[in-house]
């Protein structure tokens, strides 16, 4: 009996591991597209009217949506459940997408068509891409392996999607142009909606067993329930609040100082595909090491020390109009950095939620952070207009050289350490 029950224990490990394994695969293909359509709306704006506020403007039709529909999906998360939700976002989002290069060809795409088109991406995306945030738990309970080492790898497939959809962006836009190029991402939506649908659909939702049926509260006694634990909970509020502000400095970086840096420097869209091919990959790697590793080193010490390595470094380069070879060494210390920090937050973030409240308080976390992007873009682009790419460019890197040091001045954060599940 023993000897034929043996060859069973890889079968059952590898059923335990599909939703997993799924889940990563339809992440890396929906976030490559996602990298691509990141590099080439703003070189189209770029090319089409040359305005570094107008490609400000676009970043901030997207985003602004996208916070909106974050906060407001939480309940709907919870209630429908997040499989649900992100798939039918996904599904959703390639028509959204597709529809810019469908309409640039045949000449109807005004500005103004673009605005409302990338709002509508941006409005789905955010609900699709919490609910697939507030999914990592049941796909931790059904592969049975540690938070730290699922979000690690969540975090290797993102910057690893982000390395390729970049190289990738640099490629097609080159052969194609930048509204072409972004068939390839309404398609990476359509494989991602394919892969997770078909890999996930056995999979439990953690929490189900004690959570009240989604008619006994009302939507907005639900959200405040959510809002209720978030509020209360310093580290995870200091977290959303720190964030939000280095992420708005990270889009004026990403959606106006890069491309305009590729333009001005003559450097092009290869280069600019590169620099953001070689980010990725150097954090696809640490984001590896914190998958492997993660749990045995201090948190709170590592988190500093990435955010100092991962800042300012990067915009003093470019403003200070450094060799080229200076610019990519400090992209690849700087992205290997970067990778361990999405591991640490997110294991800090889902161990102190309540599983009948993951919807909700992680559409919120990431609402906030994702809060003051807009308005990101929006300075960059005015700020470069007004004071010219080097002084923007410092000037932003000194910021965020501010923002990360302040959590070493907050004991909150230092109970990072004290998170770990059992």
């Known amino acids: 009996m023993s ?20 889940f990563l695969v339809a992440e890396g293909v929906s976030l490559a597209g996602t990298r691509l359509s990141m590099i080439a709306i703003p070189l189209l704006v770029l090319a089409t009217t040359g305005s570094a506020a107008r490609t400000g ?136 909606v394919l892969v997770l649908g078909l890999g996930t659909r056995r999979l439990a939702r953690v929490g189900d067993a004690g959570e009240e049926p989604a008619d006994a509260l009302g939507y907005r006694v639900r959200l405040r329930e959510g809002w209720r634990f978030l509020r209360t909970d310093r580290l995870l509020m200091g977290i959303a609040v720190m964030v939000a502000l280095t992420n708005m400095l990270d889009l004026a970086w990403s959606a106006v100082l890069m491309p305009v840096w590729a333009v001005d420097s003559g450097h092009g869209a290869g280069a600019l595909g590169l620099l953001f091919a070689v980010w990725g ?26 955010f100092l390595v991962t800042g300012l470094p990067r915009y003093a380069v470019l403003a200070l109009g450094a060799p080229w070879v200076v610019v990519l060494g400090a992209f690849v210390v700087g992205g290997a950095a970067s990778g361990f920090l999405n591991p ?15 919807g909700r308080v992680t559409a919120l976390v990431s609402a ?17 207009q007004a004071w010219g790419f080097a002084a923007t460019t410092l000037a932003t890197g000194l910021v965020y050289f501010v923002v990360t040091t302040a959590p070493a001045l907050d004991p909150a954060f230092r109970q990072m350490d004290g998170a770990r599940g059992a």
């Not at 640490?344 to 161990?351: D, F, K, P, Q, Y």
């Not at 906030?368 to 470069?384: F, H, K, Y």
Request: a positive charge; charged letters at 15%; hydrophobic letters at 55%.
């Open 344 to 358: 640490i937050l997110g294991a800090v973030e889902l161990e102190r939620i309540p599983p009948a409240l993951v």
């Open 57 to 192: 403007m676009v970043a901030a039709a997207e985003l602004v949506p996208l916070v909106l529909f974050k906060i407001v999906a939480g309940p709907a998360i919870d209630s429908l459940g997040p499989r649900r939700v992100a798939l039918t976002c996904d599904t959703l989002s390639v028509v959204a997408v597709a529809a810019v290069p469908l309409l640039h060809t045949a000449g109807l795409l005004s500005f103004g068509a673009l605005l409302a088109l990338v709002a509508l991406a941006g409005a789905l995306r955010g609900p699709g891409d919490a609910a697939k945030h507030a999914m990592i738990p049941s796909v931790v309970a059904a592969a049975r392996v540690p938070m730290e080492q699922v979000t690690g790898l969540y975090s290797a497939v993102e910057r690893t999607a982000s390395m390729l959809g970049a190289a990738l962006a640099g490629v097609l836009v080159l052969a194609l142009g930048p509204a072409d190029a972004l068939l390839v991402d309404a398609a990476s939506f359509g494989i991602g």
């Open 3 to 22: 000897a034929a029950l043996t060859p069973a224990t890889p079968t059952r490990t590898t059923t335990r591991r599909r939703p997993l394994v799924a």
């Open 281 to 306: 990959g150097c954090s696809a790697l640490g984001s590896l090491v914190a998958a492997k590793w993660g749990d045995r080193l201090p948190r709170f010490r590592v988190y500093l020390v990435a």
């Open 368 to 384: 906030m952070a994702w809060g003051l992007m807009p308005l990101g873009s929006l300075l960059g682009g005015v700020a470069t």
